[in-house]
């Protein structure tokens, strides 16, 4: 807790520029945002603004709003006791009073309990005061809710989605699919959103000037992608994202061709993610096959969600979605290569290892070559770890869809 009062990196970032609303400075100004933090005596040496650049969008500072008002230490512990609750809370409801996993036994149930908890990358989530792990909390409570809270859901999941869009956005496809949601708890969570929007966008015209903070954050996401979010990085000692560009990036450096493969193969996946919940939506409505086809459905949007877009490393924690379907499938023995693979990958994933496999293998000849394969391998670990669980959960739902077909009938 003390590092994270003191040096939550990802937060001082989100305060900083929540701040800026009430002073009036740039909030994707560098400059602007030191002054403020200097002035909440938080070093200036702690925040390397080549590596945590200002690209929160207008929604996520607005929301963070009343934190501003708090001294910065005070605001951080704020934060980091509304993500340790909000984190116990959806554990709390999946291990131990979901229905889903009352196959499983207590002791494994309690097992995967403390050790998403005490997961590395969580605890940096934690250090770093990043919103992505408060969104994971509120997504695991929404996806295995099985009330008929849909308001309450819709705002939930509204606020996860504001606090880390490309984060939690795609995960609004479990939503659709539960029976206890549908498309009426979508309705209203696009409908909060596009209000919450709306009314963020029009507070920044009229504090900043539309061209003017628009200039500023895409400035700054230009800079991000030359810099630590670059994806054709194959020199640096740490892998650090997770998206599907930054596999391709390692090969290819060219951008348009770069980016023509990646959509290829994003929309390859996409498809095969739609077309198996298409095909698996009839089945989710019956109560006995209903938990075990949304615990798989969750693990599939979750690994997918990874990829389109930039994630860090720790982001990785939205992996540990996969572990209720993967434990379930294992002890009702079905599929039971695709549940021991998936278990794999994600404890593959769960430690930090991988971020430092560069470093233990730098005299290998070649290791820093482009074209070197074995420096592919260490480098790009978790991203490639990442695109595998997506691609066996997926194949997974269109086998499961198909079986349950043919099952239907005979």
């Known amino acids: 807790m003390r590092g994270a009062v003191e ?63 708090l001294p910065l230490r005070v605001a951080a512990g704020v934060m980091y006791f509304l993500t340790l609750a909000c984190l116990l809370g959806a554990l709390f409801l999946v291990y131990v009073r979901s229905e889903w996993m009352a ?24 250090v770093a005061g990043n919103p992505g792990l408060l969104s994971l909390g509120l997504m695991m409570y929404c996806c295995f809710d099985v009330t008929e809270a849909r308001w309450r859901r819709a705002v939930l999941f509204s606020i996860a989605c504001i606090l880390k869009p490309h ?23 696009g409908m909060l959103l596009a209000g919450f929007t709306a009314l963020a966008l029009v507070w920044f015209h009229m504090r900043f000037g539309t061209i003017s903070w628009w200039n500023g954050l895409r ?33 290819v450096s060219q951008a348009s061709l770069r980016l ?12 095969a993610l739609l077309f198996g919940l298409w095909r698996i939506r009839p089945y989710v409505t019956q109560r006995e096959l209903s938990p075990r086809l949304l615990m798989l459905v969750t693990a599939c949007v979750a690994a997918f ?75 790009r670990t978790e991203a490639i770890e990442s695109l595998v669980l997506c691609m066996v959960l997926t194949m997974t739902l269109l086998y499961e869809s198909h079986r349950l077909e043919r099952i239907s009938l005979r």
């Not at 305060?15 to 909440?40: F, M, N, Q, W």
């Not at 196959?103 to 934690?126: C, D, I, N, Q, Y």
């Not at 023509?260 to 996409?270: H, K, M, S």
């Not at 540990?320 to 693979?341: D, K």
């Open 7 to 69: 040096s939550s990196r990802d937060f001082a970032n989100i305060y900083a520029g929540s701040k800026c609303l009430v002073t009036r400075c740039s909030p994707y100004d560098p400059v602007s945002l030191e002054v403020i933090l200097e002035r909440e005596d938080y070093t200036s040496s702690a925040q390397v603004w080549t590596f945590f650049i200002p690209i929160y969008p207008p929604p996520t500072l607005v929301l963070a709003l009343p934190m501003a008002i």
């Open 103 to 126: 196959e499983v036994s207590p002791a494994v149930r309690g097992l995967l309990f403390g050790l998403t908890l005490h997961s590395p990358k969580v605890a940096v989530a934690f």
């Open 167 to 189: 984060f939690a956005l795609p995960m609004i496809l479990v939503l659709a699919m539960k029976p206890q949601d549908g498309w009426p708890t979508v309705r209203r969570t």
């Open 219 to 251: 400035g700054n996401l230009a800079l991000g992608r030359a810099l630590s979010m670059s994806p054709t990085d194959h020199t640096t000692v740490q892998t650090n994202l997770l998206d599907v560009e930054y596999l391709i990036g390692y090969w």
């Open 260 to 271: 023509c493969l990646t959509a290829v193969l994003l929309l390859l996946l996409g498809a």
């Open 305 to 379: 969600t990874l990829l389109p877009v930039y994630h860090r490393f720790y982001d990785g924690f939205l992996l540990l979605l996969a572990l209720p379907w993967s434990v379930t499938a294992l002890q009702r023995r079905e599929t039971i290569p695709a549940a021991t693979t998936s278990l794999l990958l994600v404890a593959a994933m769960y430690a930090n290892w991988t971020r430092h496999l560069p470093e233990h293998v730098r005299g290998v000849e070649g290791v820093w070559e482009p074209s070197s394969l074995w420096g592919f391998l260490t480098h």
